[in-house]
């Protein structure tokens, strides 16, 4: 049936199902041996909205079909098997392919000749161990998007503090901040250490959409993370938030009180997992006892130790924050005091004190 709309034969177009331009079907090959303990990928079994099994089980409405290859998960015999589909996309068999990349980059260039930092397999004609850098430097340029799991991944982490041998780095020092993958997409990060599972979850999904054709790219921030995530503080979304308001602070781990002054760094911390929680929305450093020591962050660890002395902005905020916090909550005690009180009509006597004015009665 041919339906004149005025301006465009509508039989002729096709529908929006039809319009999308997207893959039906895409391969994840995570490749966790960045420095890391890999601790991203056990973090990750936890996610539950979605659940992995959800993903690759095909039970999330318009997504792609996935292939996912991570070791962690791999039901592969291990060895030559798990490192088929990795060889395939080396040679241009697998395509689309969403490289996802655990722990951080060594930088090879400092031992060159001389050995290497880790590998990935050998070289089957050698026999010498293959990099990871290696297999970034090839894959990473056919990849439809190239996402950082971690911290380690995304900025360094642990590994790349202060005095370290390896050189190591995230994946955008290593490729290049400006680096944009075959589906044009920069390199997204999702930092954590380790990453929060569903907000590496919903970032994948959202990648995902994107692949189908069905959603916008995902809106990263000028540190290439999800906006949705880590646009807030810690602070934000933190259970003892009010104890800091009142200038209630925590002098040791015990306390339910604000922990700024043994170690927290939760005001200048972009994390939502004081909202989110961590496992079944259960957990959140700072909700259950745990400081915040800026994880999730560029500037981590180096920026952030020694863990458990009090930040260095801290002590002038509490300060500041002192004299109001005391009087108010002084005055909220107050008020608290009067609130708890009944009203005083309340009272099973023979006359009604209630200010009840039947006045209009006739
Ligand atoms: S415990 Fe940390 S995040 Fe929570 S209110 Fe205190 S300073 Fe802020
Ligand atoms: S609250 Fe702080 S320590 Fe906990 S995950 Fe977030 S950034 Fe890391």
Known sequence: MTIDSGTHDVATEPSRAEAREGFD?????????????DGDSVSFTAAGQPAIEDLVLGLIPGLPKVNLHNKVLSPSLGGEDFLAPYRAALRGEIAPFILVIEGS????????????????????ETGEPLTLNWWIDRLAPKAWAVVAAGTCATYGGIHAMAGNPTGCMGLADYLGWDFTSQGGLPIVNVPGCPIQPENFMETLVWVLYHAAGSAPPPPLDQMLRPQWLFGKTVHEGCDRAAYYEQADFARDYNSPKCQVKVGCWGPVVNCNVPKRGWMAGIGGCPNVGGICIGCTMPGFPDAFMPFMDEPPGGSFSTLMVKPYGAFVRRMRGIT???????????????????????HWRP
């Open 336 to 358: 608290n005091a009067v609130v708890n009180r009944e009203p005083k009509w309340h009272h099973n006597k023979p006359v009604l004190t209630s200010g009840y004015d039947p």
């Open 105 to 124: 980059i060594p930088n090879q260039k400092i031992i060159e000749g001389d050995g290497y930092w880790t590998s990935f397999g050998n070289d089957p």
């Open 25 to 37: 079907e895409i391969t994840i090959l995570w490749i966790s041996e960045g420095m890391s303990c």
